[in-house]
Antibody
Framework: QVELVESGGGVVQPGRSLRLSCAASGFTFGRSGMHWVRQAPGKGLEWVAIIWFDGSKTYYADSVEGRFTISRDNFKNTLYLQLNSLGAEDTAIYYC???????????WGQGALVTVSS | EIVLTQSPATLPLSPGERATLSCRASQSVSSSLVWYQQKPGQAPRLLIYGVSNRATGIPARFSGSGSGTDFTLTISSLEPEDFAVYYCQQGVSWPATFGQGTKVEIK
């Protein structure tokens, strides 16, 4: 079965960086686009980024454009999100998710909590 | 950016009642509209894709309809496990966007 396991979350100071990873299994990772979606505490879902199955295209939310970078390693079946210049507004659970028919999501990980605090 | 507006924000209902949730887009999303369900402490789950197609394992009491800018998720008869937050999402253009959610709560 499809499994997505995020790691790398934690507490980070404002202005610092963090890299999240998502280990994928149970499907052919190199054939699927992948998303990151986040959810601030007590708030709704916010789409963050998508990367094409082969890494050839990426798109970002305006709120993270220029600060976050989505990437992937199809040999390691792993998705990444590099988070730079973090602010309090980036505090959230970050979900790794599998793309379904470009733009939709059919499987989600359990999430990694990122807390930006001094 | 396409803005999705969900209404109502909160929907108090009793088990067995019918739930009707609305999602309105600021511009046409064609048929690129999906619905997710999220329960406390859990990741979201895909319910409906392409406006009206139920995802694998989703009960028939869930149905979706609409086109263009106005969409509806209907739960024909609420079961206790259906009390949750529901989100719509569009994937027709980037950035993808979610609605702010509708919480279906027990009255």
């Amino acid at each position: 079965q499809v499994e997505l396991v995020e790691s790398g979350g934690g507490v980070v100071q404002p202005g610092r960086s963090l890299r999240l990873s998502c280990a994928a299994s149970g499907f052919t990772f190199g054939r699927s686009g992948m998303h990151w979606v986040r959810q601030a505490p007590g708030k709704g879902l916010e789409w963050v980024a998508i990367i094409w199955f082969d890494g050839s295209k990426t798109y970002y939310a305006d709120s993270v454009e220029g600060r976050f970078t989505i990437s992937r390693d199809n040999f390691k079946n792993t998705l990444y999100l590099q988070l730079n210049s973090l602010g309090a507004e980036d505090t959230a659970i970050y979900y790794c998710a599998r793309d379904f028919r470009t733009g939709w999501i059919d499987y989600w990980g359990q999430g990694a909590l990122v807390t930006v605090s001094s | 950016e396409i803005v999705l507006t969900q209404s109502p924000a909160t929907l108090p209902l009793s088990p067995g009642e019918r739930a009707t949730l609305s999602c309105r887009a600021s511009q046409s999303v064609s048929s690129s509209l999906v619905w997710y369900q999220q329960k406390p402490g859990q990741a979201p789950r895909l319910l409906i894709y392409g406006v009206s197609n139920r995802a694998t394992g989703i009960p028939a009491r869930f149905s979706g309809s609409g086109s263009g800018t106005d969409f509806t998720l209907t739960i024909s008869s609420l079961e206790p496990e259906d009390f949750a937050v529901y989100y719509c999402q569009q994937g027709v253009s980037w950035p993808a966007t979610f609605g702010q959610g509708t919480k279906v709560e027990i009255k």
